[in-house]
């Protein structure tokens, strides 16, 4: 009977205050969306980390004719530079460090660099002349890629060393900053649907003081009079924060996997399970965060 009762306080305040449930409602479930697309990114971009930087090789590029620095002076490599890196690789020095690695000439550039530009008019005007003639290493422990650097750097015939790491990472700052900003952006709208849950609930009690001031006098607990308040926070938390879990799990099914995934078959994307296991985190935040905002709001009216 007291079960019953505290329902039916709390669903009478709901329909009191039905604009500001629908309020609450809605800046739940954009402000959670939010906590679930960054969980997600962050979830991401480990993974990609993971991907990418187990496939990330140490590229050792040999001169062009197109080159005018001094250990190129605008000649392209000859075959004996070419075989004198490979012995520098295959050294006693060097081979320790590498797991493996092999050797790219033009025209084998040339086809990957036509693949991967396939359509683009500059494919077009590159030959494959222009293109480095490049060894491409696999390292044991990538990093230790200066090892490669400072051994083959300044030797005649080649042109750079570069460790594709340095690209990758700054792909990732890039990822990692729009990861922040959206985790900014959720915080902000977490504490506008705290404000506006705690406004909810003012409003829902004051509407209600004569009956929670008779309540008092005739000896009603604390715990008695906050609870439909809280519930009326919670249910209208937990909706909206079940609209972020069908949103999340959307995201990933329709545009990560439906959309990315499929264009860009190269890299490993987060799925259904990553989804599930943000979805619980949301309904915690969400109803916790509304729980405490409805104490908090219903305190001052405990007193008569």
């Given at each position: 009977m007291r079960f019953a009762l505290v329902m039916s306080e709390a669903g009478s305040g709901l329909k009191r205050n039905l604009s500001m449930v629908i309020?609450?409602?809605?800046?739940?479930?954009?402000?959670?969306t939010f906590v679930g697309t960054a969980i997600l990114m962050q979830m991401q971009i480990g993974q990609m980390k993971t991907y990418w930087y187990d496939r990330a090789q140490v590229a050792v590029y040999m001169c062009t004719e197109t080159d005018v620095s001094t250990t190129c002076q605008g000649q392209?490599?000859?075959q004996d530079q070419i075989d004198a890196v490979k012995a520098k690789l295959k050294s006693a020095a060097l081979s320790p460090f590498i797991e493996k690695f092999y050797f790219e000439n033009h025209k084998q550039a040339y086809a990957d660099f036509k693949k991967q530009f396939k359509g683009n008019p500059v494919a077009d005007y590159v030959t494959p002349e222009l293109l480095n003639q490049t060894f491409w290493i696999k390292l044991k422990n990538e990093q230790q890629s200066d090892v490669i650097a400072q051994s083959l750097s300044g030797v005649a015939g080649v042109q750079s060393v570069t460790d594709q790491r340095s690209y990758l990472d700054q792909i990732f700052r890039i990822l990692n900053a729009a990861s922040l900003t959206a985790i900014a952006i959720a915080a902000v709208m977490l504490v506008a649907a705290a404000l506006l849950i705690a406004t909810t609930i003012r409003l829902s009690a004051f509407s209600r003081r004569r009956e929670l001031g008779i309540m008092r006098l005739v000896g009603a607990s604390n715990g008695f009079i906050q609870t439909p308040f809280v519930l009326e926070g919670m249910l209208a938390a937990l909706i909206g924060s079940?609209?972020?879990?069908?949103?999340?799990?959307?995201?990933?099914?329709?545009?990560?996997?439906?959309?990315?995934?499929?264009?860009?078959?190269?890299?490993?994307?987060?799925?259904?399970?990553?989804?599930?296991?943000?979805?619980?985190?949301?309904?915690?935040?969400?109803?916790?965060?509304?729980a405490l905002a409805s104490n908090i709001a219903i305190t001052r009216?405990?007193?008569v």
């Open positions: 309020s609450v409602v809605l800046v739940t479930f954009i402000s959670l392209d490599a000859t079940l609209l972020a879990v069908g949103a999340v799990f959307g995201i990933v099914q329709f545009f990560v996997r439906g959309y990315l995934a499929q264009r860009m078959q190269l890299t490993s994307f987060v799925g259904l399970d990553s989804a599930w296991i943000v979805a619980p985190i949301l309904v915690i935040v969400g109803i916790g965060l509304a009216y405990l007193k």
